[in-house]
């Protein structure tokens, strides 16, 4: 049961929360905390309070399980804590020792004073939820700091250390030995002073030239927030605490959340949290699966990928030795890890000792033997099924028992590469994303004789190098590249049609997608989609498709890296220009198959493409190729550019109304290439029910 706990340390009463493993205030905590701060005000023996964590979490702020169920709106909330604690008559003193977030934020603010651990990161993330900070928060942080930075705190929701929080004054102190000890001491030396209470809300903020700089934060929140109404009522709240009082700011904050709590948005946003965290979960693999040791790694292939893999294993302090067959491209993949290092640290976000540490980490090497000492070897070789059974089965000879075999294929069938070894049980697939150094989505491919502490590592091993893991059963393309195989087969459909690449990637990004279809065309590069097209073809004879992107690439436009394909490039630049090339090129190949060129909206842009992703997504839960439908959507949020506000496909879906979804594919299915559209079972079948994808995943648990 979470709780706290009061201890004397002579005349100072320590209070401490105790709902691990974040100190999530669930309603028993808020009670017991509510209580034992009165307790101790009333005892005349007590002459100051301290309020802590532990070592690694202050407080992480509410707790999620308590999401949408009444103990998470019951008394007392947040903000009733904080007014308790303005009626407090002793000196509080906040020991922040780790994270203080949210909610643990809001209660820290309403402490007279604070004392964090040099490690300690405090922030007000409520945006990235779709919410405002409704404890006080918003009106405390501007009285604690400068106003404008108070508002892009709170604005951007993203946290900051304990330096810069000492610097901004958010904190009196950062502890030099052990953060409770040192807070305790504080408060002693408070009484001892005769130092009083010191309230936050009985501050006047100020702020010179403040309605410029709220009118220019609202110009550019308006398209750096767009879609996510929280960023600019959180703002409007930040900007009350100069013209309104505590208690009427304070309670316009309030009102914002109640308003914000069931739009789509906040519930995307929500949905987006929990999918990630419910992704992590495998029904058959539990937590207490042991797992195997990983201390080193090994990457085959120096291009772009294996480059940014071994990034992330060095990023994470794991050492890499990196394998190419030629030292020429060798050279030129430690100089491009070199120089990403080094634009970064030009830009002030890594510190050259760091840079160097983790070069340091990265041992090259031009023979497979140098990775027999390799816990985990990863694969990330040309995208062809000869090339990688090679591979593996060199690997095979040469990696010690027990390592884990990783291909990070983006398509192929992992358990016929595994049938090149004779150890299956340790192959496994780990499709990164990229550029790899920087995308969070990891498809963890398990393959039909993958071990289940071989899955359980994997797991693992995301996390520690801070990825969001997904796991997909096999099949061509797994989770999202069988979506968005569907999906760019439709785009291509609207290209014979009538529309021009511009006006899809225009019609999709004005939606929310961070980038068209042919925008990302030529930034993965032509070639990419080409090889995958040839395979299905040869694999499926039915398959469908347009022959306009074989065209394009035929005549050498792969892309950014050629300086054109869908879009042409002006050099040095990453900007797409339309091209009349290939404006002719679509024309005259629509012309070839007799169709005539009608104009087609955005809605049904945006229709296809989207419920494209949906059906296709139906059928891979129907497979069991995905455990739920949340992990689909965490795999298009975090790979690729979907909008958190708008949740993900399926979530998307399930907001539009799973009966209209289906009604659309089966007027799609009566017009060009109409044979494509055959509705997916399950999702027949949920409509039939009246029920959602939500509501299959619930039926799963």
């Not at 408060?187 to 700089?213: E, H, M, Q, Y």
């Not at 309670?251 to 914000?260: N, P, S, Y």
């Not at 398509?411 to 790899?436: C, E, K, M, N, Q």
């Not at 005539?596 to 190729?625: K, M, Q, T, Y």
Request: glycine share 10%; aromatic share 6%; with cysteine.
């Amino acid at each position: 049961m979470p709780t706290t706990h009061t201890k004397r340390d002579g005349d100072i009463a320590v209070i401490t929360l105790d709902h691990p493993p974040v100190n999530g205030l669930a309603l028993p905590l808020r009670t017991s905390l509510l209580a034992a701060v009165q307790q101790a005000d009333k005892d005349a023996s007590i002459k100051a309070m301290v309020l802590t964590g532990n070592a690694k979490v202050f407080c992480a702020g509410a707790d999620i399980s308590e999401f949408g169920l009444p103990a998470g709106v019951a008394f007392p909330l947040v903000r009733h804590l904080a007014e308790a604690f303005d009626e407090v008559r002793k000196p509080m003193v906040a020991a922040i020792g780790g994270l203080a977030l949210g909610g643990g934020l809001e209660l820290a603010l309403a402490c007279h004073y604070r004392v964090a651990s040099p490690r300690a990161k405090l922030g007000m993330p409520e945006v990235n939820l779709g919410l405002v900070a409704s404890g006080g928060g918003t009106q405390r942080l501007p009285r604690a700091i400068a106003v404008d930075v108070a508002a892009r705190m709170i604005t951007s929701g993203d946290p900051i250390s304990s330096a810069e929080a000492l610097e901004l004054g958010l904190i009196d102190k950062i502890a030099t030995g052990d953060v409770l000890a040192d807070a305790i001491a504080y408060a002693r030396s408070l009484v001892a002073a005769g130092g009083g209470i010191r309230r936050l809300r009985d501050v006047t903020p100020k702020l010179d030239n403040a309605a410029a700089f709220f009118a220019a934060e609202r110009a550019r929140l308006a398209k750096a927030a767009r879609g996510n109404p929280a960023v600019l009522r959180a703002l409007d709240c930040v900007e009350a605490t100069l013209t309104l009082p505590f208690d009427q700011g304070r309670r316009m904050a309030e009102e914002a959340r109640d308003e914000l709590l069931n739009g789509v948005p906040a519930r995307a946003l929500r949905h987006a949290f929990f999918a990630e965290r419910e992704a992590q979960k495998i029904p058959d693999v539990p937590d207490s699966t042991p797992k195997r040791p990983l201390n080193r790694a090994a990457v085959i292939g120096a291009g772009t990928m294996g480059g940014g893999i071994a990034m992330s294993f060095v990023n994470a302090g794991i050492p890499v030795t990196l394998i190419e067959m030629k030292q020429e491209a060798l050279d030129r993949g430690l100089a491009t890890i070199r120089n990403n290092y080094a634009a970064t640290v030009s830009k002030g976000r890594l510190a050259q000792a760091d840079m160097d540490a983790r070069m340091a980490l990265i041992t090259p090497a031009l023979d497979l033997a140098a990775a027999r000492d390799a816990d985990i070897v990863v694969e990330a070789v040309f995208e062809r099924m000869e090339v990688k059974q090679e591979v593996f089965r060199k690997l095979d000879a040469v990696a010690r028992p027990g390592a884990i075999l990783a291909s990070n294929t983006s398509t192929l069938d992992v358990d016929r590469i595994a049938a090149a070894t004779s150890r299956p049980a340790d192959v496994i697939g780990t499709h990164f994303f990229s550029p790899a150094n920087v995308m969070r989505l990891l498809e963890v491919v398990r393959g039909a004789k993958t071990g289940k502490d071989v899955l359980a590592t994997t797991m693992a091993l995301a996390r520690r190098i801070g990825k969001v893991a997904v796991v997909s059963g096999v099949c061509d393309g797994f989770i999202g590249n069988r979506m968005l195989g569907a999906y760019l087969q439709q785009a291509n459909f609207l290209l014979d049609e009538g529309a021009t690449p511009e006006k899809i990637d225009g019609a999709l990004t004005g939606w929310g997608l961070a980038m068209g279809p042919f925008t990302m065309g030529d930034m993965a590069g032509g070639d990419i989609g080409w090889e995958t097209r040839k395979r299905r073809r040869a694999e499926d004879p039915n398959f469908a498709f347009s022959r306009i992107p074989d065209l394009v690439y035929e005549k050498g436009r792969y892309g950014l890296k050629t300086g054109k394909g869908w879009y042409r490039y002006e050099q040095g630049s990453r900007t797409p220009l339309p091209d009349p090339e290939i404006a002719a090129l679509i024309e005259d190949y629509r012309n070839s198959l007799g169709l005539p060129r009608r104009d087609i909206g955005d809605e049904e842009i945006v229709g296809r493409c989207l419920f494209a992703l949906a059906n296709e997504a139906a059928r891979i839960l129907e497979e069991g190729i995905a455990l739920r439908a949340s992990d689909v959507d965490a795999v298009y949020l975090t790979g690729y550019g979907f909008p958190r506000y708008r949740g993900g496909p399926l979530f998307h879906a399930d907001v539009v109304g799973l009966p209209k979804v289906l009604a659309a594919i089966e007027r799609f299915s009566k017009g060009y290439q109409g044979q494509v559209w055959t509705p997916a079972p399950l999702l027949a079948k949920l409509v039939k029910e009246g029920k959602t994808f939500a509501d299959f995943d619930k039926s799963a648990r």
